[in-house]
């Protein structure tokens, strides 16, 4: 192989994420050439209106597979959290690199902390997950919309439209914006989406030999965590923009994860845990991962958390 072209949006964060990707690539093939293939999606271009409205996460990788699926691109790198479950027939994700932090950022100009928010202080976001947890605990905040990549984000919150946003703490420590986070919520205020602060590389599933380049740079722990995490939407059918949370952990030889399904008004919080021992397998850990997601998905409609889904689904 000569050439391998990453397909990537043009987002200052999907540049900075394809860029890391392309620089490790070619550290470990100085011989082949790494180039970028900046494209816009249609996640990108409409920013009024909730993804859920208007197709969901595929927005985001649609253009980067049709660049693949038609050899102008090799691979993909995505943000997992806005990865569809599904993958067209002849593409498929496999390489997961290691997670940054998956936690959310309180960022804010005016409070140090989201205990200092005043009764009726507007908190922005777009995320139903973000906004079922934090009404959950707050319900006297008033949450306003709020799409666009982090830059423009940042500049409505500068320019005083809210009083506080929230945001994913990786996208902020990979653009080198970790001034901005006042702190980092509390998993137990605010479980991260599922995925939340990996990447993942996707790629033709006939391309053997990209597969063998792309293995150095694929992180076990965090690939097992992510596999346990998108059974659970997978098996809650849940795709953008739903009020699901799922986030897991490994420590000591042990897989621990927790999931839940909110009200939008945060009224209701359905809430499953669980844990597993690992093996010495990976391929055996995938299983027990995928079969936790799926378990614990299975308690929350057992609980009640269905009725939510559908109740989304039928207002979309």
């Given amino acids: 192989m000569k050439e391998l072209r990453i397909a990537t949006r043009q987002s200052a964060l999907a540049m900075w994420q394809a860029e890391d990707l392309q620089t490790k690539l070619q550290n470990l093939y ?59 027939e002849s593409l498929d994700l496999y390489t997961i690199t290691e997670s940054e932090d998956p936690t959310d950022a309180f960022v804010s100009n005016k409070y140090d902390h989201f205990d ?91 391309d053997t030999e990209i597969h063998k380049l792309l293995a150095p740079l694929h992180h076990v722990d965090t690939a097992i965590r992510v596999y346990a995490e998108r059974a659970l939407i997978k098996h809650l059918e ?26 939008v008004d945060g009224s209701v919080v359905y809430i499953e845990k669980a844990q597993s021992d690992l093996t010495d397998s990976y391929e055996q850990n995938v299983i027990i991962a995928e079969k936790m997601g799926k378990d614990l998905a299975i308690k929350l409609v057992e609980q009640g958390a269905d009725a939510i889904l559908e109740k989304l689904k039928a207002d979309l």
Avoid: W
């Fill in 30 to 88: 100085p011989n082949i050439i790494i180039t970028l293939v900046p494209m816009v999606s249609r996640g990108d271009q409409i920013l009024d209106v909730a993804l859920s409205k208007v197709g969901g996460k595929g927005l985001f990788t649609k253009e980067l597979e049709v660049a693949m699926l038609e050899n102008q691109a090799d691979i993909a790198m995505h943000c997992i959290k806005d990865l569809p479950m599904y993958f067209p």
């Fill in 116 to 206: 200092q928010l005043p009764q009726g202080a507007i908190v922005g976001t777009s995320s139903l997950r973000r906004q079922s947890q934090i009404l959950a605990k707050r319900p006297d905040l008033k949450i306003e919309f709020l799409r666009g990549n982090v830059g423009t984000r940042l500049g409505k919150l500068d320019d005083g439209q809210y009083d506080a946003i929230i945001l994913a703490t990786a996208g902020l420590i990979r653009l080198e914006l970790q001034e901005r986070i006042k702190h980092k919520l509390d998993t137990h205020m605010c479980l991260p989406a599922a995925g939340q602060g990996a990447l993942g590389i996707e790629c033709r599933i006939a």
């Fill in 238 to 263: 849940g795709g953008c923009q739903v009020p699901i949370a799922g986030y897991a952990q490994i420590e000591n030889g042990k897989i621990s994860m927790e999931a839940r399904v909110a009200e």
